[in-house]
Nanobody, 121 residues
Framework: VQLQASGGGLVQAGGSLRLSCVASGRTFSTYAMGWFRQAPGKEREFVATITWSGGSTNYQDSVKGRFTISRDNAKNTVYLQMNSLKPEDTAVYYC???????????????WGQGTLVTVSS
């Protein structure tokens, strides 16, 4: 599976962005998907995850109520809708695919290249 993330950019605090991650291959619908982020000088951290069916999601506490993960298996795409963005959300955002919907990076086998989100104050 190859993953291509897009949708990052520069936005003011309080604004919104929607990230997309398109997967190649016919097995996308069998994978759990996750979004992670890495700010400069910090470790990569979990943001959100969704099961293969889309029936269950989970979020990092700091983004609950602001971010929404969703997927369209017909389009091999997972999304991250980010609202009420804060400067502390600034990071490179990565999508990932794995067998389990989890918050641990090592549970994911495939990673996209990342897309930069910058939130100005």
């Amino acid at each position: 599976v190859q993953l291509q993330a897009s949708g990052g950019g520069l936005v003011q605090a309080g604004g919104s962005l929607r990230l997309s991650c398109v997967a190649s291959g016919r097995t996308f619908s069998t994978y759990a998907m996750g979004w992670f982020r890495q700010a400069p000088g910090k470790e990569r951290e979990f943001v959100a995850t969704i099961t293969w069916s889309g029936g269950s999601t989970n979020y990092q506490d700091s983004v609950k109520g602001r971010f929404t993960i969703s997927r369209d298996n017909a389009k091999n795409t997972v999304y991250l809708q980010m609202n009420s963005l804060k400067p502390e959300d600034t990071a490179v955002y990565y999508c990932a695919a794995g067998d389990y919907s989890d918050y641990l990076t090592y549970e994911y086998d495939y990673w996209g290249q990342g897309t930069l989100v910058t939130v100005s104050s």
